[in-house]
């Protein structure tokens, strides 16, 4: 939403929780937080990209999903 608001001049970044409490709040195991993270950002421009959305990954799996509102404008970069 940020970036439609901002007509495209939002970026954006990623990062983990540090404490228990964090991963708690998910009902996520400490141990299985950067395999998640890794999964789970690598996804998101694809969410940007296409319009019906599916993953079936090692620790995350998102049945197909239409994605609204699509972003101002193309990504310019991806996870590699």
């Known amino acids: 939403m940020l970036d439609i608001l901002s007509k495209g001049r ?11 409490q964090e991963a708690g709040a998910f009902e996520v195991e400490a141990g299985d937080i950067d395999g998640q993270l890794e999964e789970s950002f690598r996804m998101i421009p694809r969410m940007w990209r296409d319009d019906v959305f599916k993953h079936s990954g090692e620790q995350i799996s998102v049945p197909p999903r239409q994605i609204h509102p699509s972003p101002h404008r193309e990504p310019t970069r991806s996870c590699s």
């Open 10 to 20: 939002v970026d954006f970044g990623v990062g983990k929780g540090a404490t228990v």
